[in-house]
């Protein structure tokens, strides 16, 4: 009969490496990206941007037409779609 091994078997070391790497690619991930909220806020302010620069693009448009500024913006966006 043989007896049984005393000391670390190599599926153990094996299984334990695994969770080790594991634990730390979940930790690095929460640690490296940001919260959800944090991802919403900042898309919510890239469209903001993103609208800025389309109003700052049809004044400019109205102001080419134009050479006076609009009274409101609704004002640009009529204009500007005769111009279509």
């Known amino acids: 009969m043989t007896k049984p091994r005393k000391g670390i078997n ?27 909220a944090q991802e919403r806020l900042r898309r919510l302010d890239e469209r903001r941007v993103d609208d800025l620069r389309s109003i ?19 004002k640009t966006l009529r204009t500007n779609q005769a111009y279509s």
């Not at 700052?56 to 609704?74: H, I, N």
């Open 10 to 36: 190599v599926r153990f070391v094996v299984a334990i490496s695994l969770i080790v790497a594991v634990l730390a690619v979940v930790i690095a991930g929460v640690t490296l990206l940001d919260s959800p």
């Open 56 to 74: 700052s693009a049809e004044l400019d448009f109205y102001w080419t037409r134009q050479r006076t500024l609009p009274s409101s913006l609704g």
